[in-house]
């Protein structure tokens, strides 16, 4: 059975989960990145997306993902036409790939953004990477050169931060600084490690 040994690496918009899921790279786990293999899947299925969407959001045969992404965050039907589209195809991808992790009997991570909110894959453990709400917007406007509304549009969509952290079997503190996410890091690897031990 696919996902034995996953645990769904998941948060919010700029809680720090890539910074989370390259330490778990760095420490030697194979991470299956969903946002990764989505993003391939949209720029393969460009030419469908055009007829979806209009022309004007694929330039040069990729999708042009802040055009569509503008589309798809303010008109949620739109973002389920996406969905409807692109979920199989990730999903499928993303189970071929967890078979070939599980026959190797030890832990790996699928990073999976709204794990939660598409309750889609059958993985028993969570890992969820927490910033309070305060802390995602500031961060997400900095990094993202987005303003507030905007990112507050795309917290809209999401499962708040403070219900995930409770639904959660792992949590990793981020609201701090680099060092102390490393000491949150290195308990919940051990964690993950005696658990599947």
Same mark, same amino acid.
Request: glycine share 6%; hydrophobic share 40%.
């Given at each position: 059975?696919? %996902?034995?040994?996953?645990? $769904?690496?998941?948060?919010?918009? /700029?809680?720090?989960?890539?910074?989370? =899921?390259?330490?778990?790279?760095?420490?030697?786990?194979?991470?299956?990145?969903?946002?990764?293999? $989505?993003?391939?899947?949209?720029?393969?299925?460009?030419?469908?997306? /055009?007829?979806?969407?209009?022309?004007? +959001?694929?330039? !040069?045969?990729?999708?042009?993902?802040?055009?569509?992404?503008?589309?798809?965050?303010?008109? #949620?039907?739109?973002?389920?036409?996406?969905?409807?589209?692109?979920? @199989?195809? &990730?999903?499928?991808? &993303?189970?071929?790939?967890?078979?070939?992790? !599980? /026959?190797?009997?030890? #832990?790996?991570?699928?990073?999976? #953004?709204?794990? %939660?909110?598409?309750?889609?894959? @059958?993985?028993?453990?969570?890992?969820? +990477?927490?910033? #309070?709400?305060?802390?995602?917007?500031?961060?997400?406007?900095?990094?993202?050169?987005?303003?507030?509304?905007?990112?507050?549009?795309?917290? =809209?969509?999401?499962?708040?931060?403070?219900?995930?952290?409770?639904?959660?079997?792992?949590?990793?503190?981020?609201?701090?600084?680099?060092?102390?996410?490393?000491?949150?890091?290195?308990?919940?690897?051990? /964690?993950?490690?005696?658990?599947?031990?």
């Amino acid at each position: 059975m696919a %996902f034995a040994y996953a645990v $769904a690496l998941t948060g919010g918009i /700029a809680t720090g989960k890539s910074s989370v =899921a390259k330490m778990f790279e760095e420490d030697g786990f194979t991470v299956i990145d969903a946002d990764k293999i $989505a993003h391939d899947m949209l720029d393969e299925q460009a030419q469908t997306v /055009a007829q979806m969407f209009g022309d004007e +959001v694929v330039q !040069d045969g990729k999708v042009d993902r802040k055009r569509l992404g503008a589309i798809v965050f303010a008109e #949620p039907r739109e973002r389920k036409r996406l969905e409807a589209l692109l979920h @199989p195809l &990730i999903y499928q991808r &993303i189970e071929e790939r967890a078979q070939k992790e !599980d /026959a190797k009997s030890k #832990p790996y991570i699928v990073d999976i #953004p709204l794990f %939660f909110e598409g309750r889609r894959y @059958p993985i028993g453990r969570t890992l969820v +990477v927490y910033a #309070p709400q305060s802390l995602q917007i500031e961060r997400c406007m900095q990094r993202d050169g987005l303003e507030k509304e905007a990112v507050l549009e795309r917290l =809209a969509v999401q499962i708040d931060i403070e219900e995930k952290r409770y639904l959660a079997d792992y949590v990793i503190d981020n609201s701090k600084d680099q060092t102390q996410l490393r000491v949150e890091y290195e308990k919940a690897k051990e /964690a993950i490690l005696k658990e599947f031990a």
